[in-house]
C-alpha cells in the first residue's frame, strides 16, 4: 500500500542546533514530494517540493530536502534553527502523476528551545 | 478570492445532527480537496474532486458522509447523524489542476460532536 512515514512525532532541539525530519515512502516509479509546515494556530503551508531535476530542493527560511530514490527517502534538515521554527511538519507524496491527492505522514513537532 | 476560506472555522454540533461544511477555493482552481484532521493524528484523506466530478471519494470514512461541487467553486462536505468519532479539523484545500503546483490549504472547520 501508498504509505508516507514520518518517524519522530516530536523533535525537541535548541536554538541554532542543526536538525533532521526524517521521511521516507513507498517505493514507487514516479513520486512527487512535499513538505508542509503548521505553525501554531496557523493553517497548512508548502515549504518546498521536490518534482524533477536536482535532488537537493531549500526553502526561502533555510531548510532543505534532498530526494534520495534509493532509500525512497525526503528528510528535511535546517543546519541552525530558530526559535520561531516551532511548528508541525508534515511529508507528503503524490505517487502515479500530476493528478490526483497528495498521501501525507503523520507529522514532526518541532520544538525549538532557548 | 486571495486563499481557500472555509465556513464556519468552529462547530460544536450534538450527536445524531447533520453538519454541513462549506469551503471556497482559490478563484481559477480547478481541483479541490478534502482532509481530516484528528487530534494528534496526520491528514486523513477524504475526497478529491477535478471541476465538479470526483475522481477520487475512497477516503470517505462511510456512507454518513458526503460531499459536492459547484462548477469550479465552492464545495461542501456533509455528515449525516454525527457520531463523537467525527470529531476533528475538517481541511480544504485547492490547487491549479494539477497537484504538483502544492496544494493552498484553508485554515479549516473544528467540528466537535458533544
Known amino acids: 500500500a501508498q504509505s508516507v512515514t514520518q518517524l519522530d512525532s516530536q523533535v525537541p532541539v535548541f536554538e541554532e542546533a542543526p536538525v533532521e525530519l526524517r521521511c521516507n515512502y513507498s517505493?514507487?516509479?514516479?513520486?512527487?514530494l512535499f513538505w508542509y509546515v503548521q505553525y501554531p494556530n496557523q493553517g497548512l503551508q508548502l515549504l518546498l517540493k521536490?518534482?524533477?531535476?536536482?535532488?537537493l530542493v531549500e526553502s526561502i527560511n533555510g531548510f532543505e530536502a534532498e530526494f534520495n530514490k534509493s532509500q525512497t527517502s525526503f528528510h528535511l534538515r535546517k543546519p541552525s534553527v530558530h526559535i520561531s521554527d516551532t511548528a508541525e511538519y508534515f511529508c507528503?507524496?503524490?505517487?502515479?502523476?500530476?493528478?490526483?491527492?497528495?498521501?501525507f505522514g503523520k507529522g514532526t513537532k518541532l520544538s525549538v528551545k532557548p | 478570492g486571495a486563499g481557500v476560506s472555509q465556513s464556519p472555522s468552529n462547530k460544536v454540533t450534538e450527536k445524531g445532527k447533520d453538519v454541513e461544511l462549506r469551503c471556497d477555493p482559490i478563484?481559477?482552481?480547478?481541483?479541490l480537496y478534502w482532509y481530516r484532521q484528528r487530534l494528534g493524528q496526520g491528514l486523513e484523506f477524504l475526497i478529491y474532486?477535478?471541476?465538479?466530478?470526483?475522481?477520487?471519494k475512497s477516503g470517505l470514512p462511510s456512507d454518513r458522509f458526503s460531499a459536492e461541487r459547484t462548477g469550479e467553486s465552492v464545495s461542501t462536505l456533509t455528515i449525516q447523524r454525527t457520531q463523537q468519532e467525527d470529531s476533528a479539523v475538517y481541511l480544504c484545500?485547492?490547487?491549479?489542476?494539477?497537484?504538483?503546483?502544492?496544494?493552498?490549504f484553508g485554515s479549516g472547520t473544528r467540528l466537535t460532536v458533544v
Open positions: 484545500a485547492s490547487s491549479p489542476g494539477q497537484v504538483l503546483h502544492g496544494y493552498t
Open positions: 517505493s514507487s516509479v514516479s513520486v512527487y
Open positions: 521536490y518534482l524533477s531535476g536536482s535532488t
Open positions: 507528503a507524496v503524490n505517487y502515479g502523476g500530476s493528478q490526483g491527492n497528495l498521501i
Open positions: 478563484s481559477g482552481h480547478t481541483a
Open positions: 474532486f477535478q471541476g465538479n466530478s470526483a475522481p477520487d
